[in-house]
């Protein structure tokens, strides 16, 4: 297999809603930034790869076609990935796969999504709407009639995760919250923003038990784009290319009544391992600088600590309470603000988990530059019950 | 627009979508008075749908016998002799074909939530019980909705029991699960 760099990249702004574009139009500027930050020509760009999780959302059956169009890539080979939340992360994968096996020298990889075209007209808000065509990703015969949200699916994992080792706990999860807003103020894309408490969290309204209104993520409409290329090719385009060393992917049953258990997410502790065997990883809590966890519930975040073997099974809220995933802790998880700060432009949220860690082994974070950032880790999990996951381990230049 | 214009884009989008006349007058009123820049965002209603005649497959039979019968039938693997239901032709481990079993209808919740949000759908349902149940004699746990008086009563562990809507159209919202008193 062939070496893989990112060498170039760009997102748009994580927005609630982008009235003004649409959904190619947002897709545009995402590969217009990364190709210009790659110093590339679409004329350059050898194939593409395109994560859009919901047609629902665009409106639009097949909407790989119009991107790719829109781009002005006609006649170049592409492909669009849908994994749900994981949409981005299975874009990666296969981007990487495209350069590794030395089929093409570069490859676009972006994620794009609308959501808040959706509407309920009663109520004069979009997120129902949005909820309902998520539904249709449920089982159309027997899981989607009883009125299920992602929201519900992953905090029956989260209570069976509690009941079988004492956590998350909602302060635990709490915390999280306050960590990954107030990381979102650091970051000039970032959808929510904020300097919040722990009692806010905890008296915010009930979404389901247990999860309040701050410990969901929030629909996110944007775009994201890496530019991934051969070492050959990389050597020749940038100084500053970042390494793709370990890819990991697992699917598992998406009827729970399959699996052996819901309080843990099997497909997740696959993938890590499988990133991490790549990667030459033994301790990830020592050996990783940094990592961008899929947290659309902050409870699947402290789940995540675990799945991704930074601590033993049944151990992950006291990461977050010793601090070891604070900004200045062992191991910082989502300088970017992760999904509940930065935002979860579903098919776009994988790449821009990546182009944060990318970022910071750039040593371009700004703000929120960690030091010495040397390797990270970006977890992208979609699905029922985490069906999907993605494991990336990335590492800059040595 | 002039004004009959105006209400005739009005009872247009009434008739092709469904949506009330005040909402879309509350919507659209700025939009259709003219005085919206030109190159401002334009936003339209839309609506994407399809009318299906969806065929059960090898599954048909579960769901003749819950509208005909009342009855829930789990699927038998012959090999691992595990129970699927919600039930499916083949053994997805073995790969034989599974054989139909009756199901006595009871069962035990093994995981339970309470929906205080959800989809357009099922809004005006809230607050309600997710869970999963897994039927007496299968191995397998299927999601579920309860509405129940006081969500409280509903925990890991609680028995439940089928029960079947007068009116059965051959779906799964045929039956629903109750706690045993």
Known sequence: MKKVAIVGMGTTKFKARWVDKTYFELAFDAAKMGMEDAGLGREEIDCAVYGIYNDFFQRQYQPDAFVHDYLGLGLKPMVRVNSGGATGGTALRIGYSEIA???????????????????????QTATPEVLRAILYTADMTYDNP???????????????????YGNPTEEQMAKVSVKNHFNATKNPIAQSPQVITVEDVLKSRKIVEPFKFYDNCLYTEG????????????????????WITGVGASADYVMPGNRPNIHTFESSRVAARKAFQMGGIQDPLKELDLAELHDAFT????????????????????????????????????????????GHAVGATGIMQTYEVALHLRGEAGERQLKNARRG??????????TWTVCLVLEREE | MREEERDKWYQYHN???GIPLEYLRREYEEELSGKVPVDAPLEVPDRMDTY??????????????????KKIY??????????????????????????????????VIKACTVQYFTTSAFIKKLPFICAYVQLDGTDFIMMTNMEVEDVSKITVGTRVEAAFRDERRGTITDVYFRPVD
């Open chain 2, 52 to 69: 299906y005649k969806y065929s059960y497959g090898q599954q048909s039979r579960f769901f003749r016998e819950l509208r005909e019968n």
């Open chain 1, 101 to 123: 096996s030395g089929l093409y020298d570069v490859c676009l990889v972006l994620g794009v999504e609308k959501c808040a075209d959706c509407y309920n007209y009663e109520l």
């Open chain 1, 146 to 164: 009883a009125g299920r949200t992602a929201a519900s699916g992953f905090a029956l994992a989260v209570i069976a995760h509690k009941e079988k």
């Open chain 1, 299 to 342: 409870g699947t975040e402290i789940m995540a600590y675990e799945d991704c073997f930074f601590c033993e099974e049944g151990q992950g809220g006291d990461l977050i309470d010793n601090g070891t995933v604070m900004p200045d802790g062992e191991l910082p998880v989502n300088l970017s603000g992760g999904l509940i700060g930065c």
């Open chain 2, 15 to 17: 008739e092709k979508f």
């Open chain 1, 377 to 386: 880790l970006v977890q992208s999990i979609g699905g029922t019950l985490c």
């Open chain 2, 74 to 107: 789990g699927a038998k693997c012959p090999q691992c002799e595990k129970v699927y239901c919600p039930p499916r032709a083949h053994c997805s481990l073995c790969y034989k074909p599974t054989e139909w079993v009756p199901l006595k209808g009871t069962g």
């Open chain 1, 223 to 242: 775009s994201s784009a890496v530019i991934l290329a051969s070492e050959e090719m990389a050597r020749e385009i940038t100084d500053r290319p970042v």
